[in-house]
């Protein structure tokens, strides 16, 4: 099993941008995945997920309306928009696949990160 996150970067307050998971080792439409972040002094923080049987999507309070999770089965990549970056977003992304196929259940796998720095 193995995921792999790209996309991060240096973006100014109020920009966006794409993260990509790329996963292998697995098949990626019988699991649920998700998105967390940790920065520097700071707890991990769950920050979506979506589930692999209905697309259901989840995301924290604190990105919900800016961020959106979505998946593609067929490529084996889990995507995550980041719109209205704020300087409070900058951390390592990482994604990570769930034991089962909602979310919920933690995180059984999850690979390198990518940092993302954001600029006020």
């Known amino acids: 099993v193995q995921l792999q996150a790209y996309g991060g970067g240096l973006v100014q307050a109020g920009g966006s941008l794409r993260l990509s998971c790329i996963a292998s080792?697995?098949?990626?439409?019988?699991?649920?995945i998700d998105w967390f972040r940790q920065a520097p002094g700071k707890e991990r923080e769950g920050v979506a997920c979506i589930n692999s049987d209905d697309d259901n999507t989840y995301y924290a309070v604190s990105v919900k309306g800016r961020f959106t999770i979505s998946r593609d089965n067929d490529t084996n990549t889990v995507y995550l928009q980041m719109d209205n970056l704020k300087p409070e977003d900058a951390a390592v992304y990482y994604c990570a696949r769930e034991p089962g196929r909602n979310c919920g259940g933690g995180y059984a796998y999850w690979g390198q990160g990518t940092q993302v720095t954001v600029s006020s």
């Open positions: 080792g697995f098949t990626l439409d019988y699991y649920a």
